[in-house]
T-cell receptor, first 111, second 112 residues
Framework: GEDVEQSLFLSVREGDSSVINCTYTDSSSTYLYWYKQEPGAGLQLLTYIFSNMDMKQDQRLTVLLNKKDKHLSLRIADTQTGDSAIYFC???????????FGSGTRLQVQP | DGGITQSPKYLFRKEGQNVTLSCEQNLNHDAMYWYRQDPGQGLRLIYYSQIVNDFQKGDIAEGYSVSREKKESFPLTVTSAQKNPTAFYLCAAWEGPDTEAFFGQGTRLTVV
């Protein structure tokens, strides 16, 4: 079945770049997403990428997709303390009508 | 403002009781979803509904029930059959894969 995996924790210093990684198993995934969750809140969409793209950039965010390795990454440039949150990778395959989420990566930004 | 409203934000339940979590949307989306979030396990799909009066089980539906009598509303009942109900519950509405899935602010359920 579908599976999405992420490392649980990442710590960076303010101003550095953060790279959050995600691997997925469903090679037929059509869309891949990054969501952000702040403490005690719901999820907020940061960006998504269609499976025929390799890269997508949106201000400080860069998403890289390696379909061969089924690897997705989110790079946050100039990381700020306000970026501290849990980041979820999610995928949508053609056979499913819901998103499948990874376990989330907690990003801690140290001043 | 368009969005999803979940209530209550915090809920306490005694063992053996059923409890219903509310989810209302004014986005006019057909599809609605319930996810459960546990620490280190991400979000797991409980139930989803693609259209009024129809719903499907997700990956962890045992001990839960839902209804979809109105497009705007998708309440989730946590029954006494759910062995480990303490968790954070998130409701979402979604138009499709190239759009954003909108989430409510969640309900934290604690069994006491």
């Amino acid at each position: 079945g579908e599976d999405v995996e992420q490392s649980l924790f990442l710590s960076v210093r303010e101003g550095d770049s953060s790279v959050i990684n995600c691997t997925y198993t469903d090679s037929s995934s059509t869309y891949l997403y990054w969501y952000k969750q702040e403490p005690g809140a719901g999820l907020q969409l940061l960006t998504y990428i269609f499976s025929n793209m390799d890269m997508k950039q949106d201000q400080r965010l860069t998403v890289l997709l390696n379909k061969k390795d089924k690897h997705l990454s989110l790079r946050i440039a100039d990381t700020q303390t306000g970026d501290s949150a849990i980041y979820f990778c999610a995928e949508k395959g053609p056979g499913r009508r819901a998103l499948t989420f990874g376990s989330g990566t907690r990003l801690q930004v140290q001043p | 403002d368009g969005g999803i409203t979940q209530s209550p934000k915090y809920l306490f339940r005694k063992e053996g009781q059923n409890v219903t979590l509310s989810c209302e949307q004014n986005l006019n989306h057909d599809a609605m979803y319930w996810y459960r979030q546990d620490p280190g396990q991400g979000l797991r799909l409980i139930y989803y509904s693609q259209i009024v009066n129809d719903f499907q089980k997700g990956d962890i539906a045992e001990g839960y029930s839902v209804s979809r009598e109105k497009k705007e509303s998708f309440p989730l009942t946590v029954t006494s059959a759910q062995k480990n109900p303490t968790a954070f519950y998130l409701c979402a509405a979604w138009e499709g894969p190239d759009t954003e899935a909108f989430f409510g602010q969640g309900t934290r359920l604690t069994v006491v």
